[in-house]
């Protein structure tokens, strides 16, 4: 049985990882296909991160709290959904239920007769893309809020200082 | 003389109903080709129905009223507004007069040497495509806006609850 | 219930008439939906009308024999077959059933588990698109081999000079 | 030693003037490109001229003020940050510097280890492109924030009623 | 030290998992990035299983022989060489060096200042995609020329009458 | 009164240079825009060159013999002919005449009402990218065929050796 969450991971948090812990312990998932949104995208203040680097993130982060047999792809938008499950499908291995708590993929791959299912909510207000982003910006304790490889590897590929940069185009 | 008039019809309503009753009518216009805007476009709450949902929905209402010998024709966007005219050229048969109410098309058209009509306006504050939408997401009043065979393939295609997930999309 | 039927129609002649002929009478077909493939193609000797140039012909020749209550619909290429049929499925109105010759369209429907019909095989050696190109290019008779209205279109489009100067490009 | 510099120049002005007769000035910059960024936009609010358009613009200003041998090339867009640097430099003769007052653009060529230099900046507030657009739309006196040959071509290819018409759009 | 190899593996056969057991004995290669290309690719004769069907063979053919820790990234075309070293980096995680046998490939990174290694080359006349694609068709011993899962999952995913129906398209 | 003339320029060779002088001497053109097709294309046998390596070849060959006040504009090939002329209009200065001796390209102007002008034929034979290409990578007698600057920057730009390289590409 294998099951689907899709994210954007900018950069992946300890929110994310909570939800991950949740699916991979949820008997309807025999294996995790960890799909990475938007993988086209980079360099923005909303997608500071390219795929590539996001999955040396997520990757040295589940190494770190040892779950192993995922697969982890990116998955470029397609900006039409009629047609973005067939696009998720054409990228991953077959898949039998979906993790996510957005309704638009809830429905899209319910109208495509998918079992969706919605996992418990992490702390928003604490865990959140947006905010880790801001704290980046404003060197605020943001380190806690991620893994510890995670925070590492934005230091190592210059993170901080690209968001900072990013932060100043007008 | 082939008329072109061209909209997103998400929904189609009984205002542009008006409007092509009004073409129709029109002498300069013997056949009408009716052009579907933003046709790749479809689960958005700008434009919640596919192509081939509106299609369906601009066929049974014309056909209601008693409307034949058009052509329905899907375009979809293509943002350079320069290649535009030439687009929309290469998916209808040849026009002769371009009918709109919007300053851009008219514009683009008029740069092309087309003949352009600009149709009566009825009443946008009733008929609104954008109203309509959030009518239907919070169960008001919507079907008397529309034409009746409108109201029922919305229903059919499960319509409502499709909107009523979008808006729910943060 | 709704069939859906593809074809480049480049140009559309009797070959395809025959087919439409048999579909229409086909009891799983009460509604027909005409596909026009490579919608975004033309000026080549493959395939050197537009899509708009298509419908216009394809329109005319089923009034000519008087088939009626048809949905005239472009598909452009997507060039993914992994997520064509949604592609389609997108533009069009719903469908029930696909009628097609070609292996690769027949798989991918089956794929999606449509019911799929194969109709009866017209003269190909005759009746070919590639061949009545070829016709047009070099004043052979293949006004026979084509629905009236659609040579006298091709006639009016100046298609025949184009044919014609598509052939010397190198 | 070739020196690049992009802009949109919608339209040119003389605050973009001050720039290039900078950027000449400068030892470091012995031939110098001028990118046309955004060159499939026009006809908006935004980006209401075609590159066409703009690049006869800017060559009849340089030509004013007697400014020679400079390579003048559009660049459309491409909307992936991560691969915008080798977009660029596939288009235009090899750059030795870049020239930018944007932190994107910085950052982005940095991350490719090219030298880069912050022009002075002119008077935002009175040469901008947004203002002298919403200037010509409400006839103000805009004609003294460009070059001559600028506004010259402004008013031959009719752009001042093209802005005025988009601006109607809803 | 990661090192990156691209493959179209259509599908993946003992010619490949030679090489990528010579690459991961290589003392330059701490890390194995393994990209998937033409990743947009699927129902053609050249190229039958989509990105997602190529990421599960290929992750149990190296499970089945105990190789562990590599990435396995698709990646679609982009038809641009100027740009592709560009597209690739940022899919990947940052890559030391690449090993290929293609010299367009080794051209590119090499003019990027990447390390290119060329591995040792298998016997092709044995090991090659279109030949067991060919004998996939003909009902031919193809079975041994690939890892036995494989073979297991090509029958699974009814890939034998896939390719039997691609070789009917005429 | 601006004349156009395409040419993908791969490389640019003394048969262009003909071309270009004989199109500088008539009375209907007073400005020369070159346009360079393909512009997106490098790194394979058939196009080898970037568009900005191309434009410096150009720009060096014409400065070369004198020839001044011309623009050199890349255009990406659009692979759509029914807006390819609305693509080449919307990125170059305003055109009065079209030089091409290429059937196709003298249609598409022609159905737009361009005056459409043949340049004399250069001999072919002689003068020919294809076979310029063959002889740079035999090292045969190539750089007698192109204008000096031409040969000097294919050299230092390496071209040489790419060329080679991807006559290797199987």
Redo the contacts between chains.
Sequence with gaps: MRGLVIGRYQPFHNGHLEVIREIVSDSDCSSLILAIGS??????LLNPF????R??MI?AALNEVGIKDY????I?D??????W???V??????IDIVYTN???T???FKERNYKVKTPKLYDRDKFSGTKIRQMIIHDENWEMLVPKSVSQIIKE?DGVN?LK??N???
Tied chains: 1, 2, 3, 4, 5, 6.
């Design positions: 993988a086209q995208e980079s360099h923005t390219t795929a590539g680097e999955i040396l990757d697969f982890l792809i990116p470029t397609i900006n039409r959904y009629a047609v499950v067939s696009h499908e054409s990228l991953v291995p077959p957005n309704s638009l809830e429905r899209l590929i690209r940069d990013l100043k185009v007008i």
